[in-house]
């Protein structure tokens, strides 16, 4: 099986217990094996998210952030300086979002599949071979 990576809505779902059924096992599952990424990117964007006033938690971001980082079976995937330049250097026509940008490029970097509701995520999916999604 090939590691997952979870987009930030997703993990923000899985949290929540809030994912398709389909999709859960397969977070689960890589739970299990220890191969569920999660991009240092998430946590930028949770704290965007919030402090923009377009999700509130029970915890503090600060808390939260650490909580969902420190879950059983997840692996922080790295932001190295290639995943940045691949996801600025994305082929065919990309996605805008740089966010999205990094997490397509962190999933191709590890072989990783995408759990993503992102339409466009999953629609730019289909022009490359590089990039599998799975939809939540």
Known sequence: MNPILLDTHA???AADDRL?????????AAAARGELLL????????????????LSLALTV???VRVLFSQP????????PSVALAAATLPEKPI??????ILIASATAY???LVTHDKKIREYSKTTTN??????
Request: charged content about 30%.
């Open 73 to 80: 079976g997840v692996v922080v995937a790295a932001l190295t």
């Open 62 to 64: 600060e808390e939260y």
């Open 11 to 13: 993990a923000l779902w």
């Open 39 to 54: 991009s240092p990117i998430s946590a930028w964007e949770i704290g965007m998210l919030t402090r923009r006033g377009r």
């Open 96 to 101: 805008a979002d740089p966010a999205d940008r």
């Open 20 to 28: 398709k059924p389909d999709a859960a096992r397969v977070v689960e």
């Open 131 to 136: 990039l599998r999604c799975i939809a939540c």
């Open 111 to 113: 072989g990783a599949r």
